[in-house]
């Protein structure tokens, strides 16, 4: 079904001012119009419901049970466990997960070590679609010291996770239907066919306010509220694209703050997916993050020279997330 023309009146209204059928039609149409192109990507609610959008978002707190803390409640239900050292399954709801006959499809998944371990030893994290509703996630840490072997082995740690998923059937729309308006029908007409032209525009108001602000920023920590290659140029770091970052500054060797444009909420409702870029094609090199305060991050390379593990000094890319304050 084609979405309905958004036409602006382009007229203010005085008092007594006669509104006419056409008039009152269009701003039915109007809201219908919006309505219509808000459900492409969200639910008739206001929750996104786009493939760009991670579908699930939050992080796991290792203990001999873990917990997990979901960002966004709009698709809550998920559960927590530990099998075996460094191995956990995050339950989810369903729908996040494509399957067919042979294989188990996963769109895109984002996963970051965010422990406090990563200040002292580089750490990998991996992901697996193991059923249509649960994932399996593996962390590991270099068990060497810096500068002494590239032996390594399964850690239990804190860390972020970002799932993507295909959308879901959109829902019917929340707006309440009646038939054009003809000259006259006003005056047989009962009330709640006008009180329904009005409640049209709280609704479609109401569900962009779900996930957004007032101003029109999105309001929830799944999208991103920052985004920026970082390049190390061989003595200090600069902000190659960037998004809502305010500075990047080097801590110390291999260890990068970044400063937001913004205040978050929380800096436990924050989360950091970075990616590491090596200097040589065949170079290893591990990029991990993790939010500092509410409006900074931090971020720890170390890159491998064949034979030891060594902090180093790398460009790297990451989105940012988190709640504005």
Known sequence: MPIPAYTPLGTTFARKDPLGPAT???????AEAIDEMWRVEHFADGAHN????????GRVTDGATPTGALFDTAFGGSTFTRPATGEYTVDVVSGVVTSDSSSRLLYAAMANVYDNAIEAKPHTITVEAVSATSFKFRVRSLSSALGAGDTWADVNRNFSIGLHAPPQAGEVSL????????????????????????????????????????????????????????????????IDAS??????????????????????????VMACFPEAQPSTPDELVITNGKPYTATKFRFYTYAFDGTNWAAADRSFSSAMFGVLA
């Not at 009152?24 to 109007?30: D, K, M, T």
């Open 50 to 57: 786009a493939l760009e959008v991670p579908w699930v978002m």
């Open 24 to 30: 009152l039609n269009q701003l039915q149409r109007n």
């Open 175 to 238: 707006l309440s239907s009646y038939l054009d308006k003809t000259r006259g029908s006003f005056l047989t007409d009962e009330a709640t066919d006008w009180n329904a032209l009005v409640g049209n525009h709280g609704k479609v108001r109401a569900a962009s306010l779900l996930e957004h602000n007032s101003s029109g920023g999105h309001a929830v920590t799944r999208i991103a509220k920052g985004m920026g290659i970082f390049r190390w140029d061989g003595s200090s770091y600069t």
């Open 243 to 268: 998004s809502r970052v305010s500075s990047v500054a080097q801590v110390s060797t291999g260890v990068v703050e970044v400063t937001m444009a913004d205040t978050f909420f929380l800096a436990s």
